[in-house]
T-cell receptor, first 115, second 114 residues
């Protein structure tokens, strides 16, 4: 158990809908990262928040957005869903904001299926 | 920008045999390198990491990796495979900078035959 929790575990929805994925980082970790894992794209970095502020953006679509709240939990919002958004979405947390050497602890993921 | 190449998508070994999973990286600045393991229906777990100290890094579950700058490689090895090692393995790179995002390779599925 990494200490990172993600809800829900599974999500099945229809095209055009909007969903929210939730992540609670390990106690004491200020950084939250979101990654998408799909068969064709592999594991891709989406976005990072540190202590409530956006720190870095990766291959995140404009239809997707995220935020980190004062209690440090984070939400990833996916809207106007398409079939291609079906994937496993991971949240990870770490103590550091930058520097590159800090270990990231991954949650169990949310499996999103868009029908 | 940094990148990681993991050649091949599947490696199969016999129980007790040597495990060798290859990883090559590309980075314009000194990298930090990681190996993560993903068991079925689980998240990623860190096996080991290189952060510019010793070039031979020992990790959990008997795995180790050697950083070779001249070859831009960070191959993962284990002397004797166990059935429980069957999983997907990801090599990842990050660099010193404004953030610490991980750039992952495509992953390699390791199968262990009895």
């Amino acid at each position: 158990d990494s200490g990172v929790t993600q809800t829900p575990k599974h999500l099945i929805t229809a095209t055009g809908q909007r969903v929210t994925l939730r992540c609670s980082p390990r106690s004491g970790d200020l950084s939250v990262y979101w990654y998408q894992q799909s068969l064709d794209q592999g594991l891709q970095f989406l976005i990072q928040y540190y202590n409530g502020e956006e720190r870095a953006k990766g291959n995140i679509l404009e239809r997707f957005s995220a935020q980190q709240f004062p209690d440090l939990h984070s939400e990833l919002n996916l809207s106007s869903l398409e079939l291609g958004d079906s994937a496993l979405y991971f949240c990870a947390s770490s103590v550091v904001a930058s520097g590159g050497a800090g270990e990231q602890f991954f949650g169990p993921g949310t499996r999103l299926t868009v029908l | 920008a940094q990148s990681v190449t993991q050649l091949g998508s599947h490696v199969s070994v016999s129980e007790g045999a040597l495990v060798l999973l290859r990883c090559n990286y590309s980075s314009s600045v000194p990298p930090y390198l990681f190996w993560y393991v993903q068991y079925p229906n689980q998240g990623l777990q860190l096996l080991l990491k290189y952060t510019s100290a010793a070039t031979l890094v020992k990790g959990i579950n008997g795995f180790e990796a050697e950083f070779k700058k001249s070859e831009t490689s960070f191959h993962l090895t284990k002397p004797s495979a166990h059935m429980s090692d069957a999983a997907e393995y990801f090599c990842a790179v990050s660099v010193v900078g404004a953030n610490s995002k991980l750039t992952f390779g495509k992953g390699i599925t390791l199968s262990v035959r009895p």
